[in-house]
């Protein structure tokens, strides 16, 4: 990719995080070591980032189906590290959508162009433009996503502002299946000793899924280690605080337009509409952290992050 070569180019070498762009992807280190990796080639259906690592560099991510590991459970193959989607817009489906599920009911994000990089010695940037497209490539609408990251001695820390633009008139439906979501390690999750906890204290999948909350936290053993990884919801984000899609075998997401399913109430419509020229913007921060929620002042750390 030759615009990918002059970003590389113009980029200076710096020890904090430095990106590595390529054909179809961008490779993240942080202090000269690997964090992770956002892949938007021609056979993702969407974007996504693989692994997601410690800062002791642990994989707090599940490989599959990106990699094939002794041990891990082989569902749910739409489920790719961290990714932002959703199964109703339009009609069309862009949650489920992989590199086999194409065209029928399956849309596509697909990149539209890397806008910036930007190493840094304490952050860098990542800015790139995605178009949603229909199963017959009509684009309907398109994402700025800016992607911040943190060299922390201790933790790793990912910023997300995503601001959805219309291009045709669109309709987020209400259903569970979205938006912005992790897939923990296989030994992190709930079946495995791991534990969801929100941020009113709730734990466990049957007091946390389908709740609202500004935060949610997933922490278990990797390797002998415990590790976190929390989302935090911004109070300027659409419709804050978000519904939780928490799932004990290891999936968390945030999303804001399952109100019927989360609740149970069929009078209730989550759904919402994005006209041609309007635009929802999204805030999140990712939070990867040793200990369980209460070690890694996680109540502290949203406070912090909301005054921002």
Request: hydrophobic share 40%.
């Amino acid at each position: 990719m030759r615009e990918a070569c002059l970003l590389l180019a113009a980029l200076p070498a710096v020890a904090g995080v430095v990106f590595q762009p390529g054909d179809t992807s961008v490779r993240i280190e942080i202090d000269g070591r690997p964090f992770t990796e956002l892949f938007f080639g021609p056979e993702t259906s969407k974007p996504y980032l693989h692994p997601l690592r410690s800062a002791s560099g642990k994989i707090v991510t599940r490989r599959y189906p990106m990699e094939v590991v002794a041990g891990e459970r082989h569902d749910h193959p739409h489920h790719q590290g961290l990714w932002f989607a959703h199964g109703d817009v339009n009609g069309f489906d862009f949650w489920s959508a992989t590199a086999e599920r194409r065209g029928g009911k399956f849309g596509r994000i697909a990149l539209k162009r890397l806008v910036k990089l930007e190493n840094g010695a304490r952050k860098g940037s990542l800015t790139a433009e995605f178009d949603w497209l229909a199963p017959d490539g009509a684009v309907l609408l398109t994402e700025l996503r800016r992607m911040v990251f943190h060299s922390d001695p201790a933790l790793r820390l990912i910023d997300f502002d995503i601001e959805l633009r219309g291009v045709r008139e669109v309709r987020f439906g209400d259903t569970k299946e979205g938006t912005f979501a992790i897939r923990v390690a296989e030994s992190m999750n709930e079946t495995r000793g791991g534990r969801l906890v929100s941020a009113d204290g709730r734990s466990g999948e049957k007091q946390v899924w389908g709740t609202r909350a500004p935060w949610m936290d997933y922490s278990g053993q990797v390797e002998g280690e415990t590790l976190g990884i929390a989302i935090f919801d911004h109070p300027s984000s659409f419709r804050h605080p978000t519904y939780w899609h928490a799932r004990g075998y290891g999936l968390f997401a945030a999303n804001v337009f399952g109100e019927r399913d989360f609740t149970g109430d069929k009078s209730r419509d989550g759904s919402a509409v994005l006209r041609p020229g309007e635009t929802m913007r999204f805030r999140y921060r990712v939070v990867i952290h040793s200990g369980d929620a209460h070690a890694a002042a996680l109540a502290e750390l949203y406070a912090h992050f909301a005054r921002r």
